[in-house]
Structure formats: C-alpha cells, structure tokens
C-alpha cells in the first residue's frame, strides 16, 4: 500500500518561510509527477507546484518567484520551500503524487495546515 506522509506545515508571520516536504512509501511503485495543491476555506482546491521525474517544473502565477519545488528521487521525497509568504498562502497544502502501483493513479496526503499571520 502506497502512503504519502507530509511534514513542515506551521505558523508563520508574513515575510516568513517554511518548508514543507512529502516522503512516498510502500513496495513496488514507480513515481512520476509529483506536486503540491491548496485548499483555503471556502475555496476550490488549486494547484501551487508540479514537478516531473526529470526535474521540469511548473507554478501558479501567485507563487512564482517566492516558491520552489524540487524533489529527491532517491528518497522518494518531494519539497516546497515557500519564501515571502503572504496571508493569501493560508490554506491546507496536499501533497500528491502520479505513480505506477497496479496502475496509474493519483495518490494524495492527509494535508498540512499553512496558517500565515499579518
């Protein structure tokens, strides 16, 4: 059974920084896609960040510049350095993963709270 297990989630005041990062475990599965998505209260989850096997990346308008995403194949682990957080950011981040286990799916974590103070 696949899991993704996420971390780094807290509260900051604006200006600041965090981390998060997403480990995947389990047997037998290959990943291809990862990414981080948000959903604030009352809002439509949204896409923050993707990132291909081979390293290509993509942002939403509202991150680029302030967030990275990067990924460590050999951990099976992927991270969003969030910079210049804003109170916007607040919303719980999911991790999700694109990955061959009996098939290709979509597999997701239990979400992290991002709470930024003004």
């Known amino acids: 059974q696949v899991q993704l297990v996420e971390s780094g989630g807290g509260l900051v005041q604006a200006g600041g920084s965090l981390r998060l990062s997403c480990a995947v475990s389990?047997?037998?599965?290959?990943?291809?896609?990862m990414a981080w998505y948000r959903q604030a209260p009352g809002k439509q989850r949204e896409l923050v960040a993707s990132?291909?096997?081979?390293?290509?990346?993509n942002y939403a308008d509202s991150v680029k510049g302030r967030f990275t995403i990067s990924r460590d194949n050999g951990k099976n682990t992927v991270y969003l350095q969030m910079n210049s957080l804003e109170p916007e950011d607040t919303a719980i981040y999911y991790c999700?993963?694109?990955?061959?286990?009996?098939?290709?799916?979509?597999?997701w974590g239990q979400g992290t709270q991002v709470t930024v103070s003004s």
């Open positions: 389990g047997r037998s599965f290959v990943l291809n896609v």
């Open positions: 999700g993963a694109n990955l061959y286990n009996t098939g290709w799916s979509w597999y």
């Open positions: 990132i291909s096997s081979g390293g290509i990346t």
